[in-house]
């Protein structure tokens, strides 16, 4: 269960001259400039300032205008999307010292009253002085790292919203304004702006020299994008990796003249794709922890996946201008294969028609999502001489397929090997779909599937009809170029071995120290708002307790990074990285990743491994072992900032990690104990209770209407269902990061304001830090995508559903009851 999805100084992308602070300053938007021109200021002038700033004071508690660090809002057009203008200033409304409560609804904690005493400040950090008209002082920090957090959130505002209408847009309009999409983006959010300046600090350290003091991987991580960016090779090469691939399988029948059936065996050129390319063609195997033994490995089966979304492949009458561009798709990619070989083409676009078509009848047998959130219904171990029994009749071969698949792990298969099958109704299925279609479709089928997976690392022709269709699907207006691609791609296959250098160039010990300080504030809450839930009964809330202290967390990278012989043993074994052949590497990435997955089967399973590189923006739960991950490509601004309000951080990075703790407990993880083993450990009682709760958040998001797809898909509404367990999580994180930002007021003293925010409590901060995470373009294309395949919730109701919950957040803000962010009826789960 992931998150969905910043160093101060950017990394310039190879090929752009210039670099350092003076980069650092082109980038700086103008109000930063500002502002950051103020911090030079010497801490004495400030001071001296202070007269001036309380003299001259606005309305409503506000900093004076002709104060410098008294920076008015910019006031954005209205975006086309939700708008409630009023007349009045909604900050006239807000007061200065809100009241610090939270809700009396016993599921959460009822009143807390701030221990510290009125006098008392955090020092913290550095701050200059300031009063109200009525003369009440309050400090303004004047780090640097202040002045531009403020400056990001005053760009990103709307001011002339009503808070209490649509907080979204109140904290994020004039940000929509100025990020409109890049033309090669389908999306464009906190979470892409972090990934593109990732991106560059890849491609800096994957374009230095090979040098021989590097580690062996990481050598091989520069050794493949200097292949994948050798385009002039890749034209010369053209498809021939693709034919030579499919004459092991007897050829892709559309494009060659004499296919021969018997040439071509389904069940082996499955089973290749797995053991080879780690590929899911028809049935998915893989190996993982036994869910109720998660102490040890155990082999998967289960149904396939599918070139394109189920929920479109199951109702093809909605979405024909994605079904033409699927179908264009595929004709292009068989018709440049066909061409390469000299061959007629004239019978693709036929033949396209019946692969379509398989492919429809294969999603209509696979079980939707919606209903694949029970392990109990999808665990079924049986042995591999009864999982031929579940097929009994067909010609399916389950012994000889998972041998193949095993071959390169070197583990021996048997009729006493144990499977774990999630789907039996599929497998039965399966077995009458092959039986009653042609093995010329089913192998057009596959080879298609292996082009989808494989063409982009070709040609350029390949990868303009791979863009062809994207454009259509996402809605991007540009391709991606070419170095983005392949940092990207060496991201993906060797990221554990440029983290290492990522982290050693560019991450700070300081973010790593300090989110792990807050994942134990963030339980600490987790573990009051279970102390006061009154719907778990004496049974189950101490082995929820139990639970919540047994979580363990990954923070920023392994511990063992910096050992150049510990990340030679993680990549052991892969071998043939070179600067010439990006195909062949890419099969040998994927046929290493593959092995090393498979060869766990039979062994311990280990609980300190880290499932994900650190060079990526997201963050992980994993049910199985009660875990948190928190990448270091994460921890930067805006989800962390040093040296800056602990208000901004708990908003941002407490924010996720209460929302990776509450997976822990939401409808799937709830399933798992404190050893990630799925076996009942909650009373029917507490379970019926949960489930009530869960489905006032199921029909809360089912009953939300985007008007944005109208065009293409009339009337939709989110998938509450699919949804339900980031929507959990993102309602329960939010609460545990409120609440622990004020224990750590408690503990630490009020905190100062931002400059240029001054009429904004540190407490209204949080509410603003953590929506301007979830800032974001798209386009309609991609808006559809999500809200057909996406377990997320799009970025605007992950803001204003979740706060709209809070009575604390209504408190806080003074929002009427029935205002559009203070409903009447509420859900609550954590």
């Not at 491994?609 to 923006?617: A, E």
């Not at 072992?625 to 490509?633: D, E, L, M, R």
Request: proline share 6%; charged share 20%; aromatic share 10%.
């Amino acid at each position: 269960m992931e998150l969905g999805r910043s160093r101060d100084e950017l990394v310039t992308p190879p090929g752009t001259e210039g670099g350092g602070a003076r980069d650092a300053w082109r980038r700086r938007t103008p109000l930063e400039k500002v502002l950051l021109a103020f911090s030079g200021v010497s801490v004495l002038a400030c001071m001296a300032l202070v007269g001036v700033i309380a003299a001259g004071g606005g309305g409503g508690g506000g900093a004076s205008s002709s104060s410098p660090f008294s920076i008015s809002p910019p006031r954005a057009a209205a975006p086309q999307m939700e708008r409630n203008e009023h007349n009045e200033s909604p900050k006239a409304s807000i007061p200065l010292s809100p009241p610090v409560h939270l809700e009396g609804d016993p599921s959460e904690v009822k009143e807390a009253t701030p221990s510290l005493k009125k006098n008392k400040k955090s020092s913290r950090l550095p701050v200059y002085h300031a009063r109200t008209d009525e003369g009440a002082e309050f400090d303004v920090c004047s780090t640097q790292e202040c002045i531009l957090a403020a400056a990001a959130i005053v760009e990103a505002m709307d001011t002339t919203i009503d808070p209490c209408q649509n907080f979204y847009q109140f904290a994020c309009g004039g940000w929509m304004d100025k990020n409109p999409l890049p033309e090669e983006s389908s999306r464009w959010s906190q979470f892409d702006i972090l990934d593109r300046e990732l991106r560059n600090a890849l491609s800096k350290i994957l374009t230095e020299p090979v040098s021989q003091q590097d580690a062996k991987p990481v050598r091989q991580s520069k050794e493949f994008y200097a292949a994948c960016m050798n385009e002039d090779l890749l034209e010369s090469i053209g498809v021939t990796p693709l034919v030579n691939l499919f004459e092991e399988f007897g050829g892709w029948p559309m494009t060659v003249a004499d296919w021969n059936e018997n040439d071509f065996d389904w069940q082996f050129s499955v089973a290749e794709a797995r053991r080879r390319q780690g590929a899911d063609y028809l049935v998915s195997v893989w190996v993982f922890a036994d869910q109720k033994n998660t102490d040890v490995t155990a082999i998967y089966v289960d149904q396939t996946s599918l070139g394109m979304a189920r929920s479109v492949l199951t109702a093809p009458h909605n979405y024909e201008e994605r079904i033409a561009a699927y179908k264009a798709y595929m004709a292009a990619t068989a018709s440049i294969m066909a061409t390469s070989l000299g061959q007629d083409t004239s019978h693709i676009e036929a033949e396209v028609a019946d692969v379509f078509d398989f492919e429809v009848a294969l999603a209509n047998i696979t079980t939707p999502p919606e209903d694949r959130r029970d392990i109990e219904r999808m665990y079924n171990p049986m042995t591999v001489l009864e999982l031929s029994d579940l097929t009994a009749g067909s010609d399916l071969n389950w012994k000889q397929m998972l041998s193949t698949m095993f071959q390169s792990a070197g583990i021996p298969i048997d009729g006493s090997t144990r499977v774990i099958v999630q789907e039996t109704g599929y497998l039965k299925k399966l077995a009458d779909l092959l039986a009653a279609t042609s093995p010329r479709t089913v192998a057009n089928y596959i080879m298609w599937r292996h082009v989808k997976a494989l063409g982009d690392e070709t040609n350029r022709a390949m990868r303009d009809a791979s863009f062809q269709y994207a454009m259509v699907v996402s809605g991007v207006m540009a391709a991606q170029p070419r170095w983005e691609e392949c940092a990207d791609k060496a991201n993906n296959y060797l990221g554990m071995a440029l983290g290492t250098k990522y982290v050693e160039t560019y991450f700070s010990q300081q973010a790593k120290d300090e989110a792990s300080v807050m994942v134990e504030d963030i339980r600490s809450a987790f573990e009051d708002l279970l102390d006061v839930n009154d719907w778990m009964d004496s049974e189950t809330k101490p082995r929820a307790m139990e639970k919540a202290e047994a979580i363990n967390k990954f923070i920023a990278y392994p511990d063992w990074y910096g050992n150049a012989s510990a990340l030679e043993t993680f990549f052991s074994g892969l071998e043939n990285i070179e600067n010439r052949t990006h195909f062949i590497n890419t099969e040998s990435l994927r046929a290493w990743w593959s092995t090393d997955e498979l060869a766990a089967f039979g062994k311990p399973t280990r609980r300190d491994r880290w499932f994900s590189s650190p060079t990526i923006v997201n963050a992980f739960y994993m049910p199985e072992f009660n875990s948190i991950t928190f990448p270091a490509g994460i921890l930067q601004p805006p989800f962390y900032r040093a040296n800056s309000l602990q208000a901004l951080n708990y908003g941002g990075i407490g924010q996720v990690i209460g929302h990776e703790i509450t997976h822990g407990f939401d409808d799937e993880g709830r399933q798992n104990d404190k050893h990630g083993n799925a076996v009942p450990w909650w009373s029917n009682a507490t379970l019926d209770a949960f489930k009530g709760r869960a489905q006032c958040i199921v029909d809360q998001y089912d009953n939300i209407r985007l008007p944005e797809l109208d065009e293409v898909l009339p009337n939709a509404t989110l998938n509450g269902v699919n949804t339900q367990g980031e929507n959990i999580a993102d309602n329960g994180g939010l609460r545990e990061a409120v609440l622990a930002y004020q224990k750590y007021i408690d503990r630490n003293g009020e905190e100062p304001r931002l400059p240029g925010l001054e009429e904004y409590t540190p407490m209204q901060l949080l509410f603003l830090s953590n929506a301007n995470v979830w800032c974001t373009s798209i386009t309609t294309a991609s808006l559809l995508n999500q809200v057909l395949t996406d377990p997320h919730s799009p970025g605007k109701f992950r803001v204003i559903v979740p706060m709209s919950n809070m009575e604390h957040f209504s408190s806080l803000w003074n929002c009427p009851v029935g205002s559009g962010m203070n409903p009447a009826d509420k859900c609550v789960v954590w």
